[in-house]
């Protein structure tokens, strides 16, 4: 989980804006969660984020998809990430949605002006 945490702290600033991004396509990929509430820390953020899509991974195949969808990532992105165990596949996955989720804010400001 090193390359995530080392990943958000590059980009500390936006870390409540990006938590914000990640609990609105949460909720507009109809998945209840509070995992993303009270989030101080980049660690923390990596923490509840790997947790969370080790969970739909494991348990909740749909809501993946859905989760995927409404942040954008292609399942083709997903499939060539061809990792040796779950846990450097999550932490990819991971790493690919604050990339992404970092894109909408940075779109987002630059055209909003």
Not at 8 to 20: H, R
Not at 25 to 35: C, K, M, P, Q, T
Not at 89 to 103: A, G, M, S, V
Request: proline share 2%.
């Amino acid at each position: 989980m090193k390359k995530l945490v080392t990943q958000i702290n590059t980009q500390a600033s936006y870390l409540a804006q990006l938590v914000e991004q990640i609990d609105k396509d949460i909720r507009l990929a109809g998945i209840e969660s509070d995992e993303f509430t009270d989030i101080d820390s980049p660690e923390k953020l990596a923490e509840n984020l790997y947790r969370f899509v080790d969970i739909l991974i494991s348990k909740y195949q749909e809501s993946f998809n859905n989760f995927m969808y409404r942040v954008d990532i292609h399942e083709k992105d997903i499939y060539t990430l061809q990792q040796p165990n779950l846990e450097d596949l999550i932490e990819n996955i991971c790493l690919l949605i604050i990339k992404r989720e970092l894109q909408k804010i940075y779109f987002r400001q630059k055209f909003s002006k």
